[in-house]
């Protein structure tokens, strides 16, 4: 079912890379909505995903960019507003990596180069993405800014390790910028913080599956999905929450305001047994 809600609105989608996306799925509810819409992701994700069909799908541009870097950007910036006709009125920022967790480096041992990456890649981007729109004057006044957050930002997650450093980053970058950009031009800006999904990105954290299975036993709703977290992102374009920003929303079907629920702690109470090493050493994660 759609409402128009986006109709006549411009946008740029950042970091779908295929079906799992969540950023795949906001594309293609927004054109169903009315948007017309220009791609982005890196270089190398553009050739090795399969983002070129959804942008046929769509008939939305593909720019490949490092969100990482100024200069690729503003050609974002300027092709999309060329391409589109006007200046932006939604962004989607869908972007996180860690190359500590990929190389398994445990929280207590990380390699401080790759943290640096960690929080330019999947934080700093969203400033520089900001920064860059607002020094160009390509976001239309009332427009929306999105970044997709998770709960580890708030909370300790064994195994989501520097990522819980950057959507922490990423969330106060939000607040921070959004009173400067609310005030000036009106422009709304919140992060998302949506349940633990099976995306490309969230299949590479230790334990996923066992999250996956822990949050929807904890969430009176259970997990929120990318296709719902999609329709929040529409919503969140729209204008029907023109005076919201500046805030973490979440998207995690209760979850997040959640001590102990039965059915957790029935799968906690059928092994009480502490987990231990092959040389019976407590593991604390």
């Known amino acids: 079912m759609t409402f128009n809600l986006l109709k006549g609105k411009r946008g740029i989608i950042f970091g779908a890379l295929n ?48 969100a990482s870097n100024v200069e690729d950007l503003e050609m974002v910036f300027s092709k999309s507003m060329e391409i589109l006709g006007g200046k932006i009125d939604f962004v989607l920022h869908s972007i996180g990596m860690s190359p500590n967790v990929r190389k398994k480096k445990t929280y207590d041992d990380l390699d401080y180069d790759l943290l640096e990456k960690t929080l330019d890649i999947s934080a700093i981007s969203f400033h520089k993405m900001i920064q860059v729109a607002k020094k160009m004057d390509a976001i239309a006044e009332g427009g929306s800014i999105l970044a997709l957050s998770y709960v580890a930002a708030q909370r300790s997650f064994f195994g989501y390790n520097d990522m819980a450093d950057a959507k922490a980053l990423l969330e106060s970058i939000a607040r921070s910028f959004g009173y400067i950009y609310g005030r000036e031009k009106g422009v709304r800006i919140n992060t998302i ?29 259970g997990n929120a999905s990318a296709d719902d977290c999609a329709d929040y992102c529409i919503v969140m374009f729209s204008d029907l929450t023109r005076k919201i920003t500046m805030q973490n929303l979440y998207n995690d079907g209760g979850f997040s305001s959640m001590g102990m629920s039965l059915r957790a702690m029935n799968q906690y109470s059928k092994s009480l047994d502490e987990f231990k090493d092959e040389h019976g050493k407590i593991i604390y994660g």
């Open 19 to 66: 079906e799992l996306s969540i950023a795949w799925k906001v594309a293609e509810r927004a054109v169903e909505e009315g948007a017309i819409i220009t791609l982005s992701n890196t270089p190398v994700a553009v050739r090795m995903g399969e983002v070129s069909a959804l942008g046929e799908k769509l008939n939305a541009e593909i720019l490949p960019a490092d």
């Open 193 to 221: 913080s949506q349940s633990p999904t099976m995306t490309t990105a969230g299949s590479g954290i230790k334990g996923m599956n066992d999250l996956l299975d822990f949050s929807e036993k904890m969430s009176p709703l």
